[in-house]
């Protein structure tokens, strides 16, 4: 069983009913953490990677129309947006007209499916904290589930451990924060243990398209389904250029043992290489989180490995309670989902557009997501108005919080369409129809409302 920590850990994840194959699976990575396992990934073990462009593919429509409908579609829906000020499902935010990013998925998904006659099974993967809001919230649209499938499973959760000795903490004050999801890796032990690639398998599906529920250009496209279907992969993910502000992210490569594809993460990179993480012209690619599986190359190698598909380790140090500093340091165990690319043999990449990688971290993101920037059409599809993204740099101190945000645009988001950049010091108020011509920099110690109506624009 190994350490009396590590047993300890197992009796708590198995008091809590967290189920076996999630255990067996937190146990390897504790034994990696107890023979001083980082998982990082030093820049002289990989090269930079190239990969095809969807534009450039051609697809067969109806290749891309079969896809479809032998594919099933997930959400990753454990956040509550914390870090926005939020206490529930992250994806009940209010985006575009009244409706939430569930609703918005919902409209996605039905749409498609009257557009391919497809049955396109939509399921949420949820936390226990996101699992009730969440399925109140869709419990408005009666014919989103599909007959012999979940509309949700759970994902998994695993003890913090002190720092100190890999012991699991314990924080009477508030139990929860004993405890923390196994990041977003946890997707392929979740959907093992709760049967649901069994239950994929026996009703003919034949790919999963996997994406986070804040991202609403992940639509499980046609053309995206098609290309992966003929291309006959076990595994792919959708990349994008990194820009500036993916500079502290992640990005893709090959390593250079084996030539397999990898992701590597910023907590994955060692200090002295975050110069080369951050450089644009040798790693080009980042993740949307967009991926692509084969359900029946999935099931094989978990099955092989026993449940365990292996995915480097990732090691968080946070503090015990995340908002107060002086609480215990603890490790987090984790894995990213878009790791599994190194487990598979002919795993693939395809750049797609910015269109199709539209997440949602911040209220920066969201005064863009809110503007004119984009349009919802018919088929509940963002489409972009603007040649570019403008930059939006909003006071943290005033807009971090939904709550003070929408305060600050009670009557909408201002017109962004010509915008180059909108960047706001203190505390500014919107009006109705204001617009933003080129870039804009803002002042709330001499300006605290922009009345309505107002144009915007460099050096006005």
């Given amino acids: ?47 930079p990677v190239d990969m095809p462009r969807l534009d450039d593919v051609e697809v067969d429509d109806e290749v891309a129309a079969e896809a479809v409908r032998h594919t099933a579609v997930v959400k990753l829906n454990g956040g509550l947006g ?19 990013f569930l609703d918005v998925i919902a409209r996605q998904v039905l749409h498609l499916r009257r557009q391919y006659d497809a049955p396109l099974p939509l399921m949420f993967m949820n936390s226990f904290r996101t699992s009730a809001d969440t399925m109140a919230a869709v419990a408005r649209y009666d014919d989103l589930a599909v007959e012999g499938l979940p509309l949700e499973f759970l994902q998994n ?51 999963v398209f996997v994406s986070n529920s804040d991202n609403l250009g992940a639509v499980p496209d046609a053309r995206v389904a098609g290309w992966f279907a003929a291309g006959g992969a076990p595994f792919a993910i959708e990349a994008v250029r990194r820009t500036p502000s993916d500079r502290k992210g992640g990005h893709f490569a090959r390593r250079r043992t084996d030539g397999r594809l990898v992701l590597r993460e910023t907590a994955q990179t060692p200090d002295a290489d975050k110069a080369a993480l951050a450089d644009l012209d040798r790693h080009r690619y ?9 359900v029946a190359a999935m099931k094989e190698a978990l099955d092989v490995r026993n449940g365990i598909l292996g995915l480097p380790l990732i090691r968080n140090v946070k503090t015990v309670d995340p908002g107060d500093p002086s609480t215990p340091e603890v490790i987090q165990v984790e894995t990213a989902m878009g790791a599994a690319i190194e487990v598979f043999e002919g795993s693939q990449l395809i750049e797609v557009g910015r269109d199709r990688f539209v997440p949602v971290k911040t209220t920066n993101d969201l005064l863009v997501l809110r503007s004119d920037v984009y349009d919802l ?29 929408d305060k600050r645009f009670p009557q909408g988001a201002p017109s962004l369409t010509e915008a180059s950049s909108l960047t706001v010091h203190g505390d500014v108020t919107f009006g109705r129809d204001v617009k933003v011509v ?3 920099e803002l002042d709330g110690r001499t300006a605290d409302r922009v009345e309505s109506g107002t144009v915007l624009q460099t050096g006005g």
């Avoid at 069983?1 to 198995?14: C, F, I, N, V």
């Avoid at 977003?184 to 690639?197: E, Q, S, W």
């Avoid at 088929?379 to 939006?392: H, K, R």
């Fill in 286 to 294: 980042c993740s949307t989180n967009n991926l692509w599986f084969d």
């Fill in 1 to 47: 069983m190994g350490s009396p920590a590590l047993h300890r850990a197992r009796e708590k994840m198995a008091e809590a009913g967290v189920d076996d194959v999630a255990i067996d699976t937190f146990s390897h990575y504790f034994r990696l953490l107890e023979h001083g396992e980082t998982g990082l990934m030093p820049e002289s073990s990989i090269e």
């Fill in 377 to 405: 059409g018919g088929d509940f599809v963002l489409d972009q108005t603007s040649a570019e993204l403008p930059f939006v740099d909003l006071d943290t101190d005033v807009y971090k919080l939904v709550g003070e945000f």
């Fill in 438 to 440: 080129g870039e804009v």
């Fill in 82 to 100: 914390t870090s926005m000020g939020m206490e529930r499902a992250k994806s009940l935010l209010c985006v575009r007209r009244g409706l939430s």
């Fill in 157 to 207: 959760k695993e003890p913090k451990l002190l720092a100190a000795d890999l012991s699991p903490i314990t924080w009477p004050t508030d139990p929860d924060l004993e405890w923390c999801p196994p990041g977003h890796g946890d997707i392929y032990t979740a959907m093992r243990g709760t049967g649901l690639l069994d239950l994929l398998l026996e009703q003919g599906y034949r790919h």
